[in-house]
């Protein structure tokens, strides 16, 4: 059974620009959440997608934005990139239904992204 | 607001060592799911267990246990006769059960070292 896959691995971009980070999850699994990870600020939730509708949202400014495909797959998009933005983004997919809560997350290996 | 705490963040043993890496949690959530996550130098971030409020019963799976006690607050994980391969980033984290989502709370984790 194939993981999360997240693509691309490393990436280097210069400020300014932006970035479109792919999430392919686990087969069967329908809810996708994208958390950013940085030496400063630690792990930190961004959003959540379930049947391709966002369903939580964390506390980060609007240059960051997300979307999930009929198929679960989800991108996540970062505009106007700016140095602090370099991290590494984590992808996590899992069951969830509407009802529940938690459900446990299975990560991705990350996107480290690097702004110049 | 949630918050978790792991104070230690940084821990050397030698191989067969047992460790107990500690969490500390605020909610105001009376129903709330803990979780451990180990993050190995590749990145991923590992699930290791899964624990709701309702259920305060210790739990031991092979060489890690857990310690959740509500009364403190508090979600502790202990490896016992630790190896090398235990070396690895460990996270502890928090979310609510009903209206969460996957959005979890991480701690800023405990780097833990296990050496010859």
């Known amino acids: 059974k194939a993981g999360v896959t997240q693509t691309p691995r490393y990436l280097i971009k210069t400020r300014g620009q932006q970035v479109t980070l792919s999430c392919s999850p686990i087969?069967?699994?329908?809810?996708v959440s994208w958390y950013q990870q940085t030496p400063g600020q630690g792990l930190q939730f961004l959003f959540e997608?379930?049947?391709?509708?966002?369903?939580n949202k964390g506390n980060f400014p609007g240059r960051f934005s997300g979307r999930q495909f009929s198929n679960s797959r989800s991108e996540m998009n970062v505009s106007t990139l700016e140095l602090g933005d370099s991290a590494l983004y984590l992808c996590?997919?899992?069951?969830?239904?509407?009802?529940?809560?938690?459900?446990?997350?299975?990560f991705g290996a990350g996107s480290r992204l690097t702004v110049l | 607001a949630q918050k978790v705490t792991q104070a230690q963040t940084e821990i050397s043993v030698v191989e067969k060592e047992d460790v107990t890496l500690d969490c500390v949690y605020e909610?105001?959530?009376?129903?709330?799911?803990l979780f451990w996550y180990k993050q190995p130098p590749s990145g991923e971030l590992v699930f290791l267990i899964r624990?709701?409020?309702?259920?305060?019963q210790n739990e031991i799976s092979g060489r890690y246990s857990w310690n959740f006690q509500k009364s403190t607050s508090s979600f502790n994980f202990t490896i016992t006769a630790s190896q090398v391969v235990d070396s690895a980033v460990y996270f502890c984290?928090?979310?609510?059960?009903?209206?969460?989502?996957?959005?979890?709370?991480f701690g800023t984790g405990t780097q833990l070292k296990v050496e010859l």
């Open positions: 909610t105001r959530d009376t129903t709330y799911y």
């Open positions: 984290a928090l979310s609510p059960i009903t209206g969460g989502g996957n959005k979890l709370t």
């Open positions: 997608y379930f049947s391709e509708t966002q369903r």
């Open positions: 624990r709701n409020s309702f259920d305060e």
């Open positions: 087969s069967g699994h329908r809810s």
């Open positions: 996590a997919s899992s069951l969830a239904d509407l009802a529940s809560g938690a459900n446990v997350l299975t």
